[in-house]
């Protein structure tokens, strides 16, 4: 741990202009990143007094290395430039608002030719609506009741394609759960129009819909057409079915997004109603782990900046009120904000009375079930991995904590397709986004360990690239005519550069024993690596290797750091067999066309369409390859000359009588 007296700014270097600042740890990584309206007073509350910290924040301190600042015009340039470097550099202790759990969205994909409804989680896509969150259950059950008054497209591309190929519309298809555009039942363009109407009552326009089918039904009526009308009545069944599933809490036209949270001393627990037009569309919650003595305020102004800031609405729209437990840090600058995300004004209010402060305390009651909840599942979790981190340091008498561990796994079948995986561990869970996998070739796929000494190198050569251009950056930015220790103007508008994930574990564990070992040992020796502590775990008898030893460490079979290393191992195991399978399955599958130089995979689908197979395009002549869509002359000249060439470096085995063992002329 570094001492912050060791990189303290002097005082009169610091400005007092509002501004943002960043903590880096030796390798240069951004750990924390925040804002303040006097840099100067801000910066000194970390530095005057270490020992009074907060426990976060005291290690947060001793973890950096340097801490610097930028200088902004404004408090709301600030706040925006806060945000992007929180969504850039991610850094781990920075207040980060996590789902208690994972919500699925109804999702309706009009970016595509052909919309297709699907319940969907994860990260949000470009040309998609999405309204919700809802319950798994209630997702479902409202999706196949709509589909039924607007039978858009549900079936995923293959099964479309399938359908298409054939002329045969799937089951859906066949019971009126979809308008069957695959087999040309319905154009393009009022699929589209459907996929319209569909967005259009899950974004509140329910009684619109539901008027207009009964005004068809009275119609029918009129007409003596009652089966049209018994269909029509279904129909409005089903929507008033879906219409009313959700309870009216407020007027008709409130349009709303309502907060409150639950705190202790650690952590914070969110939820939030999705209020549109009147009716709660969704639920959603949050808990997050305190960092800094951060104020209700505080965290209510970094929940709005993240919520917004990362999803750019919730329903495919911010609402023009959000409704806060207590009034937001910066409530002013923050409304202007969210008002530029949405295109209008958007009110930040604390509900005092009435239906929405009533509505408020339900949200509240929800927020301290849920921080209950997850101290009850996360305690047992956070005891173990505490426990495990510690057994394995003292094991292996390493004199670093083990915030970091990599783990390596080489995977092939009799020397062919070889690669290897890389997963990480911080804080003694799985960090997917630095997962890594390599391709092994040449004299380096010999054996398993060339293997893990190429991947050891390859990896942190990296790391040793990195490193360089951080130290020559900050050798530029020293030289600048005026550059003060530390500081830097910048616009809000600013990109902050790219993160790496090239910083180096504090363990790497190999799958495998002495050999495989002392092999990525032999690589971070090369390299000029000494502080990065390597061990290996063996299958046969679960025994532990350090690097030149004779004998393994043989950790209890109950230990948590056992078990810690057994799950790291699996899961390199895991993400290294997935990767080989793939690149296996894809060299099963590798066609005599593909050597062709200039043959692109649209031109040997042209190929192999014009001639059904291969045979026939090594058999056919210049002037007959021309004749294929998007073969020119030239191409045509150089697909006959590749096959010429290849048959003369072919072989030719004799025939041999195998009576009299004599070669037979051909």
């Not at 690669?419 to 890594?436: F, N, T």
């Amino acid at each position: 741990m570094a001492n912050p007296a060791s990189y303290r700014p002097k005082t009169g270097e610091i400005p007092t202009n509002p501004g943002v600042y960043r903590f880096r740890d030796p390798h240069g990584r951004v750990i924390y990143v925040g804002k303040a309206k006097s840099l100067r007073s801000r910066l000194n509350s970390y530095f005057a007094n270490p020992a009074g910290l907060l426990p976060k924040t005291y290690a947060m301190v001793h973890a950096a290395s340097s801490v610097e600042w930028t200088v902004v015009g404004s408090e709301l340039e600030s706040l925006q430039l806060e945000y992007t470097w929180i969504k850039e550099f991610k850094p781990r202790f920075n207040v980060v608002f996590r789902d208690d759990k994972t919500y699925p969205y109804l999702a309706v994909t009009m970016s595509e030719k052909y919309p297709r409804v699907q319940v969907m989680r994860g990260d949000k896509r470009k040309g998609t609506r999405y309204f919700g969150p809802y319950t798994a259950g209630a997702i479902r059950e409202t999706m196949d009741t709509l589909l039924r008054v607007f039978p858009v497209r549900s079936c995923s591309a293959g099964v479309f394609k399938r359908a298409e190929a054939s002329g045969r519309p799937c089951l859906l298809g066949y019971i009126d759960k979809c308008s069957a555009p695959c087999v040309g039942r319905i154009s393009p363009e009022d699929h589209r129009a459907l996929a319209d109407d569909f967005c259009a009552f899950m974004g509140g326009e329910a009684k619109r819909f539901i008027n207009k089918l009964e005004k068809q039904m009275g119609d029918a009526v009129a007409k003596l057409d009652y089966e049209h009308a018994a269909r029509l009545r279904d129909d409005i069944t089903a929507l008033r079915k879906v219409f009313e599933r959700n309870a009216v809490v407020l007027s008709e036209d409130t349009d709303a997004d309502v907060f409150a949270l639950h705190e202790d001393e650690l952590e914070a627990a969110v939820q939030v109603f999705h209020v549109r037009g009147g009716r709660i569309r969704g639920q959603r919650g949050w808990v997050v782990e305190k960092v800094e003595d951060f104020t209700t305020p505080d965290l209510v102004e970094h929940l709005l900046q993240q919520v917004y800031g990362e999803d750019g609405d919730t329903h495919g729209r911010l609402p023009r009120e959000v409704l806060v437990p207590v009034a937001p840090s910066n409530q002013e600058d923050l409304a202007n904000w969210l008002g530029g995300i949405r295109g209008a004004k958007v009110d930040i209010r604390v509900p005092q009375r009435g239906d929405k402060a009533a509505l408020m305390s339900t949200v509240r009651e929800n927020a301290e079930h849920a921080l209950k909840l997850h101290k009850t599942r996360r305690a047992g979790d956070i005891t173990v991995r505490s426990q495990a981190l510690q057994e394995l340091q003292e094991a292996l008498d390493l004199p670093v904590p083990l915030l970091r561990i990599e783990c390596f796994d080489v995977s092939h079948v009799q020397g062919t397709n070889v690669v290897a995986s890389m997963v990480v561990v911080e804080d003694g869970l799985p960090k997917k986004s630095d997962y890594r996998k390599f391709s092994i070739t040449g004299p380096a796929a010999a054996d398993d360990t060339a293997a893990m000494h190429d991947v050891l190198t390859r990896r942190f050569r990296h790391y040793l690239q990195d490193k360089s251009a951080q130290v020559d950056e900050s050798v530029l930015e020293a030289d600048g005519p005026e550059a003060a220790p530390g500081a830097e103007v910048l616009d809000s508008t600013t990109p902050a550069p790219k993160a790496k994930f090239a910083y180096p574990p504090n363990l790497v564990v190999v799958d495998g024993g002495q050999p495989q070992v002392n092999a990525a040992a032999r690589a971070l020796k090369d390299l000029g690596i000494d502080d990065v502590y390597v061990v290996g775990l063996a299958k046969r008898l679960e025994e532990v290797w350090l690097p030149d030893s004779d004998f393994p460490v043989i950790l209890p079979r109950t230990s948590q750091g056992l078990y810690l290393l057994q799950r790291i191992r699996d899961e390199a195991h895991r993400f290294a067999i997935t990767f080989h399978r793939q690149k296996r399955g894809k060299a099963m599958t590798v066609s005599a066309l593909d050597a062709v130089p200039g043959l692109g995979a649209s031109k040997r689908k042209a190929l192999l369409a014009h001639f059904g197979s291969v045979k026939g395009v090594k058999a056919a002549t210049v002037e007959e390859l021309a004749e294929a869509k998007g073969i020119g002359p030239a191409l045509a000249g150089a697909i006959v000359n590749h096959f010429a060439a290849e048959g003369a470096e072919a072989v030719t085995v004799p025939a041999i009588n195998m009576t009299t063992g004599e070669i037979i002329e051909t």
